[in-house]
T-cell receptor
């Protein structure tokens, strides 16, 4: 089956610094990638949708200048949390979908802790 | 996306069939029913999807009522590794990108 990886799997950073999370589709070309955030004991919340080569579309309430998304190739998307604060601590999960396919494949997630 | 309603939690004995219901009474004609599951601290895993007909794959079976207002995910022989939160999602799938809106899901506990 299709495999999506994320790096790093967990990261601890200090308040005010920026953190970059990578999402890669390992065995297929992902025309669309999605970024989700999940707080403890809550469901996944979609943050943004990105199509390769285009600007990401952000969900209402998600600051695009704080959560920078780049989808420069068909196998890689990055999420950069800029000027991170403790309230940004969460589980960040990406997913990827190939063009013309139904299934959306998820990465294993990245646990971000901002101290 | 269609609004879905699922029980908060369910228990199932190991080796028995787990039947997880989902109500999606507002689903429209072009919306598929998708099922994903999330094991603790992992990314969601695709299970199965369907439009009108019942579907079966190596993981599960999906039974959709004729009026498409509800469906049931069936894990034929539940194992301890099937303990997870199961999400039923109704969404349109077209030529372009589509989005999944996750609800609270059903927490399935498989009991030894």
């Amino acid at each position: 089956g299709a495999v999506v990886s994320q790096h790093p799997s967990w990261v601890i950073c200090k308040s005010g610094t920026s953190v970059k999370i990578e999402c890669r589709s390992l065995d297929f070309q992902a025309t669309t990638m999605f970024w989700y955030r999940q707080f403890p004991k809550q469901s996944l919340m979609l943050m943004a949708t990105s199509n390769e080569g285009s600007k990401a579309t952000y969900e209402q309430g998600v600051e695009k200048d704080k959560f920078l998304i780049n989808h420069a190739s068909l196998t890689l998307s990055t999420l950069t949390v800029t000027s991170a604060h403790p309230e940004d601590s969460s589980f960040y999960i990406c997913s990827a979908k190939a063009g013309g396919q139904f299934e959306q494949y998820f990465g294993p997630g990245t646990r971000l802790t901002v101290t | 996306d269609a609004k879905t309603t699922q029980p908060t939690s369910m228990d199932c004995a190991e080796g028995r069939a787990a039947n997880l219901p989902c109500n999606h009474s507002t689903i429209s004609g072009n919306e598929y029913v998708y099922w994903y599951r999330q094991i603790h601290s992992q990314g969601p895993q695709y299970i199965i999807h369907g439009l009108k007909n019942n579907e079966t794959n190596e993981m599960a079976s999906l039974i959709i009522t004729e009026d498409r207002k509800s469906s049931t995910l069936i894990l034929p022989h539940a194992t301890l590794r099937d303990t997870a939160v199961y999400y039923c999602i109704g969404t349109a799938s077209g030529a372009g990108s589509y989005q999944l809106t996750f609800g609270k899901g059903t927490k399935l506990s498989v009991i030894p």
